[in-house]
C-alpha cells in the first residue's frame, strides 16, 4: 500500500534558523515525490518535485530510496516561508496521495 | 487564465441529502482529480477524471460519484450524506499527467448537520 507519513503536525523555528520537515514514505516500486505548500489564504500548489532536482525559494529536498524519505530542507527559514507543507506521492497509476501535512511557523 | 474554480465555495446540507459540487479545470489541463480534506488532514483521493471517464478511484463508497464533461468540466456528486461527509472538497487539474503537477481550486467547503 502507498502511504506518505509526516511525523510533525507543527514546526516552529527562529528566522534564520535551518529548517527540516520530514517526510517517509512507503511504496515498493519507484515513486515520483513532490512538495506542495499552502501559504495563508491561498491555494495549495506545488513547491518542488524530486525529479527537478531543483531548488525553489531555498528549498531543496533529496529522495533517499533507501531510507524510503524525502525530507524538504532550508538552511535559513524566513518568516515568509510560515505555512502548510505537504509531502506527496505518485506511485503507479494516477493518483497523487498525500501526508497530513506539517505546519511549518518562523518566528521573527 | 483564471486557474481552476470550483462551486459553490461553502454549503450546508443535512443528514440524508445530496450534493453537487462543480470544477472548471486551468486552461488546456484535461484531467481532473477530486479531493476529500477533514479539518486537520492532507488531502485524501476521491478519484480522477480523464477523457470523460473514472480512471482511478480512492477508498471512498459508492454514494461519491462523479462526470467529466467534454469541455473538461467536472461534477462530484455525493448520495446521501453523513455527518461524516463535512470536509473541503478541493479539485485539481492537470494534462494528462505530463508532469504529475497538480493545479488546485481553493475548494468547497461542506457542513453536513
Known amino acids: 500500500a502507498q502511504r506518505v507519513t509526516q511525523p510533525e503536525k507543527l514546526l516552529s523555528v527562529f528566522k534564520g534558523a535551518p529548517v527540516e520537515l520530514k517526510c517517509n514514505y512507503s511504496?515498493?516500486?519507484?515513486?515520483?515525490l513532490f512538495w506542495y505548500v499552502q501559504y495563508s489564504r491561498q491555494r495549495l500548489q506545488l513547491l518542488l518535485r524530486?525529479?527537478s532536482r531543483e531548488s525553489i525559494k531555498g528549498f531543496t529536498a533529496d529522495l533517499n530510496k533507501g531510507e524510503t524519505s524525502f525530507h524538504l530542507k532550508k538552511p535559513f527559514a524566513q518568516e515568509e516561508d510560515s505555512a502548510m507543507y505537504y509531502c506527496?506521492?505518485?506511485?503507479?497509476?494516477?493518483?497523487?496521495?498525500f501526508g497530513a501535512g506539517t505546519r511549518l511557523f518562523v518566528k521573527a | 487564465d483564471a486557474g481552476v474554480t470550483q462551486s459553490p465555495t461553502h454549503l450546508i446540507k443535512t443528514r440524508g441529502q445530496q450534493v453537487t459540487l462543480r470544477c472548471s479545470p486551468k486552461s488546456g489541463h484535461d484531467t481532473v482529480s477530486w479531493y476529500q480534506q477533514a479539518l486537520g488532514q492532507g488531502p485524501q483521493f476521491i478519484f480522477q477524471?480523464?477523457?470523460?471517464?473514472?480512471?482511478q478511484r480512492g477508498n471512498f463508497p459508492d454514494r461519491f460519484s462523479g462526470h467529466q464533461f467534454p469541455n473538461y468540466s467536472s461534477e462530484l456528486n455525493v448520495n446521501a450524506l453523513l455527518l461524516g461527509d463535512s470536509a473541503l472538497y478541493l479539485c485539481a487539474s492537470s494534462f494528462r499527467d505530463s508532469t504529475g503537477e497538480l493545479f488546485f481550486g481553493e475548494g468547497s467547503r461542506l457542513t453536513v448537520l
Open positions: 477524471y480523464y477523457e470523460e471517464e473514472e480512471r
Open positions: 524530486h525529479i
Open positions: 506527496a506521492l505518485r506511485g503507479g497509476g494516477f493518483k497523487t496521495i
Open positions: 511504496y515498493s516500486g519507484s515513486p515520483e
